[in-house]
């Protein structure tokens, strides 16, 4: 039998992976909004990952050596206010851009 950190923990965890609001998940999963939101904090705050938005980035493996032997140069770049940058090498496919931004 489940307590009720370990419930709460699964219901965080599943709306992590959702990409919906707190209020939008409580109204699926029939919870108070307050309650929820309470969790939220707590296991924000006991989590190491934390400081990673919800919606972080992807890790994508790139071979550098690819890039350098082919010589191209970024079709396209993302700078994003933090300073973080993205450059897009190659074909670009706006699906493969949304998930990189999203």
């Not at 699926?28 to 939220?40: D, E």
Request: with cysteine; aromatic share 12%; proline share 3%.
């Amino acid at each position: 039998m489940k307590n009720e950190t370990e419930k709460m923990r699964e219901l965080y965890d599943q709306w992590q992976t959702q990409g919906i609001s707190k209020q939008a998940f409580c109204n699926q999963n029939g919870m108070g909004y307050h309650k929820f939101n309470y969790w939220v904090k707590k296991f924000r705050r006991n989590d190491v990952t934390a400081a990673i938005p919800i919606r972080g980035f992807s890790q994508i493996p790139v071979q550098q050596a690819d890039l350098i032997e082919q010589n191209q140069q970024a079709l396209a770049a993302i700078t994003f206010p933090s300073g973080a940058r993205i450059e897009l090498f190659g074909s670009l496919d706006a699906s493969f851009i949304k998930k990189l931004i999203l």
